[in-house]
């Protein structure tokens, strides 16, 4: 993987850190996920899929100011698109459900992708530029990669602090009129 990538990748999480200080290491694994593999393990099927939005979207309330899209791979292929500025300036939720559920049937991520990935986020770690330790990062990746990398929920620390309401889509299953022309 090119030197561009890295240095992307590594952005990304150091402005996710900025932007999320209750981050733990389990919101570190959960975008660094999302990053390789898009949203193919959050879905069942695809009457939950629209439950689970419906039921968000008519809680949403309050929440920390979140630019609409932004990417979350370093590649740009990748993107969490938040519900409250989404909703905020009119997107369409049936829309963005037919997104996610492209994005989970079509987008094939790779396990050396995440792999590399938290590599990147464990040398962050070593040279200070994110506040966890080295070893818990690497014992909390060991276990993931013994469960076949599951999905995990956001900790109780980054729910409470930042309600977070989104969804993972490729940015090529956006269409016309759901991505801001200048998306983050």
Same mark, same amino acid.
């Given at each position: ?51 689970? +939005? ?5 809680? +949403? ?124």
């Amino acid at each position: 993987m090119e030197l561009r990538e890295e240095a992307t990748f590594r952005q990304i999480l150091a402005s996710q850190m900025e932007r999320y200080p209750r981050l733990q290491v389990q919101d570190l694994y959960k975008l660094v996920l999302q990053a390789a593999m898009g949203s193919e393990h959050a879905v069942r099927d695809e009457a939950a899929a629209r439950q689970w +939005l419906e039921s968000e979207l008519s809680r +949403l309330g309050d929440g920390p100011e979140e630019p609409e899209v932004e990417s979350i791979s370093p590649d740009g292929a990748i993107v969490r698109v938040h519900l409250r500025p989404y909703t905020a300036k009119g997107g369409d939720p049936h829309r963005l459900l037919a997104a996610f559920l492209e994005t989970a049937r079509e987008y094939k991520g790779e396990e050396a992708r995440l792999q590399q990935y938290w590599l990147w986020a464990e040398e962050m770690c070593r040279s200070g530029q994110l506040p966890f330790r080295e070893e818990d990062l690497r014992r909390f990746f060991a276990d993931m990669e013994a469960q076949g990398y599951p999905a995990v929920h956001h900790s109780k620390q980054y729910r409470d602090a930042y309600r977070p309401a989104y969804r993972v889509v490729a940015r090529a299953f956006l269409t016309e009129g759901q991505e801001p022309s200048a998306a983050g």
